[in-house]
T-cell receptor, first 117, second 113 residues
Framework: AQTVTQSQPEMSVQEAETVTLSCTYD???????LFWYKQPPSRQMILVIR??????QNATENRFSVNFQKAAKSFSLKISDSQLGDAAMYFC??????????????FGKGTKLSVKP | DAGVTQSPTHLIKTRGQQVTLRCSPK?????VSWYQQALGQGPQFIFQ???????QRGNFPDRFSGHQFPNYSSELNVNALLLGDSALYLC????????????FGSGTRLTVV
């Protein structure tokens, strides 16, 4: 069974600084997708960034980027120029690749990010 | 652009009762998934509906059941509520397999007393 581990229950960053959130996963499959979701106090899960396992290039979305190390099964999220609005719970999630009936997301336990002004 | 809408936002039920939660998917999406998020935990997959049928199910008892309507909206039903069913229930919609990601609603906070 696939598992997702986020080893940092809480992280803190100064506004305008950079922070990296860690995520490791365990799978025997070669085709899969990885996601980072943000959950602010409004409770809605918001997709931050998505990575396809067969792509070597790390995904980037504005101030958000990932460091995807497939061999190490590591998928960290880097937030640059942190803003107060980035404060939230961040969840790393795994999904099997296309063709599998197991299309659900498997989530880690989350990392609570605080941003200090 | 209407996102995922869930109702109600909060609900308090007594142990042993039954509850129905509702979800309207994002416009253009045809697949609905339900997740249970206990306090301080990541969401856990309950089941997924596509073409009005349950396509996939997580490790949840039969007390949890669902339905998808022709307009793609969905309901989650929980019978014989237990205190441990208290959680945030999230609905997520996608187009097909959801390889591009899922759009989540803001959830229904269920409290069982």
């Amino acid at each position: 069974a696939q598992t997702v581990t986020q080893s940092q229950p809480e992280m803190s960053v100064q506004e305008a600084e950079t922070v990296t959130l860690s995520c490791t996963y365990d799978t025997s499959e070669s085709d899969y997708y990885l996601f980072w979701y943000k959950q602010p106090p409004s409770r809605q899960m918001i997709l931050v960034i998505r990575q396809e396992a067969y792509k070597q290039q790390n995904a980037t979305e504005n101030r958000f980027s990932v460091n995807f190390q497939k061999a190490a099964k590591s998928f960290s999220l880097k937030i640059s120029d942190s803003q107060l609005g980035d404060a939230a719970m961040y969840f790393c999630a795994y999904r099997r690749g296309y063709g599998g009936s197991q299309g659900n997301l498997i989530f880690g336990k989350g990392t609570k990010l605080s941003v200090k002004p | 652009d209407a996102g995922v809408t869930q109702s109600p936002t909060h609900l308090i039920k007594t142990r042993g009762q039954q509850v129905t939660l509702r979800c309207s998917p994002k416009s253009g999406h045809d697949t609905v998934s339900w997740y249970q998020q206990a306090l301080g935990q990541g969401p856990q997959f309950i089941f997924q509906y596509y073409e009005e049928e349950e396509r996939q199910r997580g490790n949840f008892p039969d007390r949890f059941s669902g339905h998808q309507f022709p307009n793609y909206s969905s309901e989650l039903n929980v019978n014989a509520l237990l205190l441990g069913d208290s959680a945030l229930y999230l609905c997520a919609s996608s187009l097909g397999q959801g390889l591009s990601g899922y759009t989540f609603g803001s959830g229904t906070r269920l409290t069982v007393v």
